[in-house]
Every structure is written in C-alpha cells, then in structure tokens.
C-alpha cells in the first residue's frame, strides 16, 4: 500500500472514532488528510475493521466529491465553471492555469505537485471568475492575472 499504510494505521483510525456507520467518514477524512487520496487496501481494511461492508464504504467514498480514489497532487487548484464565472470569462482562466500547470482539468502533474480541479459553484459569485489555490480564494481574475498567479504559486511552491 501507498507510504507504508497499513492495517494497524486503519484499526488504530476506526478505534479512535468508533466503529458504527458514521465513524467512516471521520476515518476516510483521515485517511485522505493523510494520502491525499483513500488507497484501496485503506478501504478494504475500514469495511473489515469498522464492520461495514465494503459495497457501503466505497458507496461513501464514491458519492463525496471531497474523496478521491486516485492521487491527489501535493497542491489542489480549483477552477470555479458556475454560472456566474461562466458567463466572467472562467473558460478563458481554466485554458490559461491549464497551460501554466500543463495538465488538464481531472488531471495531477506527473511529479505529483498539482492537481487540477473544476467545481460547479464555490458560492462566492460577486467574485467571479474564483480560482481556489490550497485552499486560499483569489477572485475577478482575467486569464493574465491567473497566469500570474500560478506562475508565482508554482514558484514559491519549488515546482
């Protein structure tokens, strides 16, 4: 398994949390914290240790958009496309980042550095077009402004 994951990582997850339906999410939340992504093996021993069957845990990790069942860069960048950025120029500003990270949206760099997200709506319209960086909102961006600041973030990001 992925960086040495193992059964007792996982048991010592689900004792922590308890063992009933609603601890998985809490220990799949910990288990992407951790890998960026839940690795198969993970899930096969939360269904086993947490009593839960598997169809049911990979029903929860497959329904939240917050999971991912592959690698996740070490950076997220997240493009907003609802309406509102739509109709700001949000196409434009992903085919700029797309170019600047040279992957596509749904896609991780090959050094594992960053993935590339497109979200439906972030709820900060007023803001459009939103880029979202690890976390952090940068708004009212042109395509030139988004190459900026990529550009900068990969930068100080050592990529």
Do not use: W
């Not at 690795?39 to 049911?56: G, M, T």
């Not at 496309?81 to 085919?95: E, F, I, K, N, Y």
């Not at 050094?111 to 909102?137: H, K, R």
Request: glycine letters at 6%; one cysteine or more.
């Amino acid at each position: 398994m992925e960086e040495n994951m193992s059964s007792e990582k996982v048991k010592s997850l689900v004792e922590k949390y308890g063992s009933s339906s609603e601890a998985v999410i809490q220990v799949m939340q910990d288990i992407q914290n951790e890998y960026r992504y839940l690795p198969k093996e993970a899930l096969i021993y939360l269904a086993q240790y947490a009593d839960v069957p598997l169809s049911q845990v990979y029903h929860v990790a497959t329904f939240y958009t917050a999971f991912s069942l592959v690698p996740k860069g070490k950076h997220i960048v997240t493009v907003c496309m609802g309406t509102a950025c739509h109709v700001r120029g949000s196409p434009r500003v992903l085919d700029q980042v797309e170019r600047d990270l040279n992957i596509k949206a749904g896609e991780t760099s090959k050094d594992m550095e960053f993935s590339l997200e497109t979200v439906n709506c972030l709820g900060c319209c007023a803001l459009g077009p939103v880029v979202v960086i690890d976390g952090e909102y940068y708004g009212k961006l042109s395509p030139r402004e988004s190459e900026k600041l990529v550009k900068d973030f990969v930068k100080s990001a050592g990529g």
